[in-house]
C-alpha cells in the first residue's frame, strides 16, 4: 500500500485513548465471546470517538485460517462487521476463486475502529498510525491465541507490519511461506483495496489472478506441513 503524509489533524492528537492501549480492556475470561464484548467499549486509543461501533473479527472460534485486514472501512464501521464492504465482496470472490470454504475462515482488521476524515459527503478511510495500530493490537493477539489458526493471512503492510515489524514489506515478501510464532503458516499479499484501486480492467484482472493464487498457498498450508 502506498506510503501516505504524515497525518496529523486534531483527531489524531493525544490524550483521547488510555495511555495503556486496548490492554486496559482485556477481559480475564479467555473466550471470543468475552473479548468481542469487552473490545464493544474500548477506548484504547481516540479512533472510538468518531466511529460508529467497534468491529470485531468473526468466524468460527476454532476457524483454521485467519484473514487480517487494516481497519474497518465505511460499510463496516455501518453495519459492524469485518469485510462486508467492497473489499470484503472482492475478498469472497477471491476465496472462492482459489476453493478456500468461507466457512473455514475467520476475517478480522488489525484495527477495530473506522478511522475516517469528511471529504464532501464521504467518509474517507484514513490510515492508522502507529501508535493505534499499537494501541489495538492486543485484540488482534487475544484473537490469534483463542483461534489459534493453523494459517494466517495478512492483507497489506499494516496487518504484515503488526505481526512481523515496521521494516516488513509485502513487495517483497508476498506469496511465500514466513516463520513466525503466531501460527504454523503465515504468509501476505496484498489487500483487496489495492486491486480495487486499480483503473485499467487487464491489469486488474491480472492483479486479481496474481491475489488467487498467493490465497491459494492457504490450501497448501491446509493440507502441508509446517515449515521448520
Ligand atoms: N478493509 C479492511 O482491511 N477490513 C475491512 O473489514 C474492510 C475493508
Ligand atoms: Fe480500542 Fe482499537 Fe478502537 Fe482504539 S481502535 S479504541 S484500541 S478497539
Redesign the pocket.
Known amino acids: 500500500m502506498k506510503k501516505g503524509p504524515v497525518d496529523r489533524d486534531a483527531s489524531d492528537e493525544g490524550g483521547e485513548g488510555s495511555p495503556h492501549g486496548a490492554a486496559d480492556f482485556l477481559p480475564t475470561s479467555p473466550s471470543l465471546r468475552a473479548a468481542r464484548a469487552a473490545a464493544a467499549d474500548c477506548r484504547g486509543c481516540g479512533l472510538y470517538r468518531r466511529a460508529t461501533q467497534t468491529?470485531f473479527g468473526e468466524g468460527a472460534d476454532d476457524a483454521e485460517v485467519m484473514v487480517v485486514?487494516?481497519?474497518?472501512?465505511d460499510r463496516?464501521d455501518v453495519v459492524g462487521r469485518?469485510?462486508v464492504?467492497p473489499?470484503?465482496q472482492l475478498l469472497d470472490r477471491a476465496l472462492a476463486a482459489a476453493a478456500i470454504d468461507r466457512k473455514v475462515v475467520y476475517v478480522t482488521?488489525v484495527v477495530k475502529h473506522f478511522k475516517w476524515e469528511p471529504r464532501g459527503k464521504r467518509r474517507l478511510h484514513k490510515r492508522p498510525m502507529p501508535r493505534e495500530i499499537g494501541a489495538c493490537l492486543p485484540w488482534l493477539h487475544r484473537e490469534i491465541e483463542l483461534v489459534r489458526p493453523k494459517v494466517i493471512v495478512c492483507?497489506g503492510a499494516t496487518a504484515g507490519q503488526a505481526l512481523f515489524g515496521s521494516t516488513f514489506s509485502v513487495t517483497r515478501e508476498r506469496g511465500r511461506l514466513l516463520s513466525s510464532r503466531f501460527a504454523p503458516f503465515v504468509f501476505a499479499t496484498l489487500?483487496p483495496?489495492a486491486l480495487l484501486r486499480i483503473r485499467e480492467s487487464d491489469a486488474r484482472r491480472t492483479a486479481f489472478e496474481r491475489f488467487v493464487e498467493d490465497l491459494g498457498l492457504v490450501r497448501t498450508a491446509l493440507h502441508g506441513q509446517p515449515s521448520p
Open positions: 468491529v485486514g487494516e481497519t474497518p472501512g463496516e469485518p469485510f464492504g473489499a470484503g482488521n492483507l489487500h483495496s
